[in-house]
């Protein structure tokens, strides 16, 4: 398993914030707190280190699917320094799995646009703004 646990990535692409050469990898996961990176995904044969374009990615999780190769991180904004985690499983290793569960909610308060009634009759259509 290659990882990596909290790690506050720089401007630009460091070693400490960079997975690679997981050939055949089984998949794996990123999280990222505080602020957006520049992820780059790894792609090629061993020792190869072709990556591909920066992808804009904002703070939260996601998967890195099978066969993923390698992944780095660096900071979205100069100077704003983003936290992440990452793992991927290497090819004689069980697929990492994620499973969250959650409530969501809102709350505010919902007035009519216009002075219909509730219970609309006749057609007519009630339309809420919050």
């Known amino acids: 398993m290659r990882k990596l646990d909290n790690v506050i990535c720089g401007d630009g692409y460091t070693t400490a914030a960079t997975i690679s050469d997981v050939i055949g990898s089984s998949g794996g996961y990123f999280s990222i707190v505080n602020n957006d990176v520049y992820?780059?995904?790894?792609?090629?044969?061993?020792?190869?280190?072709?990556?591909?374009?920066?992808?804009?990615?904002?703070?939260?999780?996601?998967?890195?699917?099978?066969?993923?190769?390698?992944v780095r991180f660096r900071n979205y904004i100069a100077g704003r320094n983003a936290t992440v985690s990452a793992a991927l499983?290497?090819?004689?290793?069980?697929?990492?799995?994620?499973?969250?569960?959650?409530?969501?909610?809102?709350?505010?308060?919902?007035?009519?646009?216009?002075?219909?009634?509730?219970?609309?009759?006749?057609?007519?259509q009630a339309i809420l703004t919050r």
């Not at 780059?40 to 920066?54: A, C, H, I, V």
């Not at 004689?92 to 009519?112: F, H, L, M």
């Open 89 to 124: 499983a290497e090819k004689s290793e069980p697929a990492i799995q994620i499973n969250a569960t959650g409530v969501a909610s809102t709350s505010g308060i919902i007035t009519p646009a216009t002075s219909l009634p509730l219970s609309p009759t006749d057609g007519q």
């Open 39 to 70: 992820m780059e995904l790894q792609y090629g044969q061993q020792g190869q280190t072709n990556f591909t374009d920066e992808i804009h990615i904002p703070a939260g999780g996601g998967v890195l699917v099978p066969g993923t190769t390698g």
